[in-house]
Nanobody, 128 residues
Framework: EVQLQASGGGLVQPGGSLKLSCVIS????????IGWFRQAPGKARDWVSI????????HLAEDVQGRFTSSANNARNTVYLQMNSLKTEDTAVYYC?????????????????????WGRGTLVTVSS
């Protein structure tokens, strides 16, 4: 069973940066994706990024492109979300999630229903 733990949230001023970490415990088999999602107060959960462990292929939601990046450590047991140029609208609880990929990388399927393991969230507050 894969377990995930997100950390690194906090309070930051607009324009600032934060780096979130998602520690992966347990064995991931095959092609495995780690996603970052966020949920702002009173809003639905949105996806932020999808990162494929095997080769580092990364997809970012349109509203964070150019500001956020995702990467992993050499052991591929921690995935990071580097967030730069933060805006007040980035305030949310951020979650990391993981799921195995089928025969091909269907991003929409992963976002909608493909994540089978979820970690507890970490709160990011962007405020002056």
């Amino acid at each position: 069973e894969v377990q995930l733990q997100a950390s690194g949230g906090g309070l930051v001023q607009p324009g600032g940066s934060l780096k979130l970490s998602c520690v992966i415990s347990g064995a991931t088999s095959g092609d495995y994706a780690i996603g970052w999602f966020r949920q702002a107060p009173g809003k639905a959960r949105d996806w932020v990024s999808i990162f494929f462990l095997s080769d580092g292929e990364t997809h970012l939601a349109e509203d964070v492109q150019g500001r956020f990046t995702s990467s992993a450590n050499n052991a591929r047991n921690t995935v990071y979300l580097q967030m730069n140029s933060l805006k007040t609208e980035d305030t949310a609880v951020y979650y990391c999630a993981g799921g195995g990929v089928g025969d091909y990388r269907d991003l929409q399927w992963l976002v909608d229903s493909g994540m089978t393991s979820w970690g507890r969230g970490t709160l990011v507050t962007v405020s002056s």
